[in-house]
Nanobody, 124 residues
């Protein structure tokens, strides 16, 4: 069983930056591909970014491409989401997700483990 714990959310003004972290338990973190999803009030959960087991391959939603960067440190069992040039429409609860498998997935149903979520609020 893998447990994921997010941190780093908060309130920021438009144009600002935040970095989310997701710490994973377990000794097999490097064999998992990881992703970030978000859910705004009244909307469905949507894909944000994902990376493969090594971090050498990444994929982003069009809405965040060029502004967000996903990365991982397998020695620390942690995945990050650096968010720059934040917009009010980025406001959501952000979830870290992990899946058994080495390659990227963009559908929430492909993920096996989920964190509790971290609120990100961007004010205009």
């Amino acid at each position: 069983q893998v447990q994921l714990v997010e941190s780093g959310g908060g309130l920021v003004q438009a144009g600002g930056s935040l970095r989310l972290s997701c710490a994973a338990s377990g000794r097999t973190f490097s064999s998992y591909s990881m992703g970030w999803f978000r859910q705004a009030p009244g909307k469905e959960r949507e894909f944000v970014a994902a990376l493969n087991w090594s971090g050498g391959s990444t994929h982003y939603a069009d809405s965040v491409k060029g502004r967000f960067t996903i990365s991982r440190d397998n020695a620390k069992n942690t995945v990050y989401l650096q968010m720059n040039s934040l917009k009010p429409e980025d406001t959501a609860v952000y979830y870290c997700a992990g899946r058994r498998g080495l390659w990227i997935a963009v559908h929430s149903g492909d993920y096996d483990y989920w964190g509790q979520g971290s609120q990100v609020t961007v004010s205009s």
